[in-house]
């Protein structure tokens, strides 16, 4: 296999958007930060030297790490934080993903501006299963006015949902927002070439809808995996998604075309900005252009428009690339992705649970405790059910219902276990999607549905020919999503939701998979050198 080298300094650097200038958290200088590119099954190095006044970690999104937990980058979970004045190698080892995957940091809220795309070629003489003539890059984000402390204090209050100044397409508001005009992201196309974009939903807080004016997209991939094409007006993209879509370049080259993102909101959240992100779509020719034409997006809380897409995605399933669905299940662990609230003396915070546990960070992590037998860091009693079964997506739940329980409780798997996970959203507090991302494995989304999962009838309609291959999955509002990978990877893994408030108020649990008998099952070593906590 191949081995590539990247250095990532991570420094403060002055940006300007929305006509103010603040210092913000790079990589390099660079918002969005720079662009890793390898070949699947390669080794790819990265020392990151924090250059910075705070801890850092990096997360490679979507890169299933075989064996190789020390490198995942979740802070408190599988490292300690590289410390300011400190350097750490991570080896980030490619399996089977091919397509698009993500790094972002993984410690507070750095990765607002932290993140960048990992751009996955199939290993040559394969390629991809479509062509292009060129391809782009389109990470869609926020921006904050604000400093990115006070919006992570702001979060660890838990009054209310920190709300951004915009979301931004390759780090830019684009064309509707007061200064940013010339900074819009312009991209060029010729007229009867075919394009692939590479969509990343970067964003903290919401899911967005993505369309370009007059132009059909064709969906390809998602998440490191191919997908049976889907032709479509709009794409919906989670917090923590990836899409790779072509563009077909067969409109008028005289006109310009605007690319634009808007959340999915449930209700109208005071101050909340539901305009458009936006980028221009361009031709080369040497006309004069007209002003670009805005495309039809679905509106901020169409949830049937969002459902109507996820529900399109399957697997391309041919005889390039199977599909390994297990069939039977050894472990099944009904999970409840709640909102809480908790009150104590003097006031009310919210709060976030899976199965009714409030996920604590430990100090130090989790992976260095399992390996060093080190006692009392976290338990193993992450219940396999929800403590109390009730109408979970009823109008008005009291929310006496379940008050959540702080813990640090993991799930421990045998190595080779099949298991499958069913994700249940629950109206508690709020209702909205949960974008579920486990790190360390691909998992197949079987099923899913609106309201609560009923377990006698919903696994007759699960999808077991070609369900989607995904590492994040869109748990839809008032509803649930099952999903089953194998349990071949040991090691230590965050389950968490992709909303960083969600993941900030304990939306999360671990699982660990145990070395299997075969040493080619066994964790890989730690490297010589871990930071300290
Ligand atoms: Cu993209 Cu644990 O995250
Ligand atoms: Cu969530």
Not at 21 to 37: A, E
Not at 194 to 220: D, E, G, P, T
Not at 297 to 309: M, S
Request: include cysteine; charge should be positive.
């Amino acid at each position: 296999c191949n081995t590539r080298h990247y250095v990532f300094n991570v420094e403060g650097a002055p940006y300007t958007r929305l006509c103010s200038t603040k210092n913000i958290l790079t990589i390099n200088g660079q918002f969005p930060g720079p662009t890793i590119r390898a070949f699947s099954g390669d080794r790819v190095i990265v020392k990151v030297y924090n250059h910075a006044a705070d801890n850092i970690t990096i997360h490679w999104h979507g890169v299933k790490q075989p064996r190789n937990p020390w490198s995942d980058g979740p802070a408190y979970i599988t490292q300690c934080p590289i410390q300011p004045g400190k350097m750490f190698k991570y080896t980030i080892l490619l399996s089977s993903e091919e397509g698009t995957v993500w790094w972002h940091a993984h410690d507070d809220w750095n990765r607002a501006t932290v993140h960048g795309a990992i751009v996955i070629y199939p290993k040559p003489p394969n390629c991809y299963p479509f062509k292009y003539h060129q391809e782009f890059l389109l990470i869609l984000g926020e921006w904050w006015k604000r400093d990115m402390k006070e919006i992570l204090e702001e979060a660890i209050q838990a009054q209310n949902d920190p709300v951004s100044d915009a979301f931004t397409i390759n780090g830019q508001p684009g064309d509707l927002y007061p200064c940013s005009k010339s900074g819009t992201f312009r991209m060029v196309v010729e007229q009867g070439k075919r394009y692939l974009l590479r969509v990343i939903n970067a964003a903290m807080s919401n899911s967005l809808f993505f369309s370009i004016s007059k132009h059909q997209l064709v969906v390809v991939g998602s998440d490191g995996s191919y997908v049976k094409p889907i032709t479509t007006d709009y794409i919906l993209i989670a917090p923590g998604e990836t899409m790779d879509l072509l563009l077909e370049a067969n409109q008028k080259p005289t006109n310009l075309y605007y690319m634009a993102a808007r959340a999915l909101v449930y209700q109208n959240i005071a101050n909340f900005d539901i305009n458009a992100t936006t980028a221009i779509l361009t031709y080369t020719s040497n006309c004069h252009k007209k002003p670009p034409s805005f495309p039809s997006l679905p509106f901020y809380n169409d949830t049937a428009a969002a459902t109507n897409f996820t529900s399109k995605l399957r697997s391309l399933a041919d005889g390039h690339h199977p599909i390994n669905v297990p069939t039977t299940v050894s472990h099944r662990l009904f999970i409840t992705v709640s909102l809480n609230s908790m009150r104590n003396e003097t006031k009310t915070t919210l709060s976030a649970s899976l199965n009714n546990i409030s996920f604590e960070i430990p100090s130090i992590d989790i992976l260095q405790a399992y390996y060093k037998r080190i006692n009392g860091v976290f338990g193993n009693k992450f219940p396999c059910k929800p403590p109390l079964y009730f109408n979970f997506t009823a109008d008005d739940p009291p929310t006496s219902l379940l008050a959540p329980r702080k813990g640090t409780e993991v799930k421990v798997f045998e190595y080779g276990a099949c298991v499958e996970v069913v994700f249940q959203g629950t109206s508690l507090v709020l209702a909205e999607d949960h974008p579920m991302h486990l790190h360390g494995f691909s998992f197949y989304v079987v099923g899913w549905g609106i309201g609560n999962f009923d377990a006698r009838k919903d696994p007759l309609t699960y999808n077991l020919v070609d369900p989607p291959l995904k590492n994040t999955i869109d748990v839809p509002r008032d509803g649930w999503a099952a999903i089953r990978f194998k349990a071949n990877n040991p090691g230590v893994w965050y389950l968490h939701c992709h909303l960083e408030r969600h993941l900030t108020w304990g939306m999360t649990t671990v699982f660990i998979v145990k070395d299997g008998a075969h040493p080619q099952a066994k964790m890989l070593p730690p490297p010589r050198y871990m930071p300290p906590c």
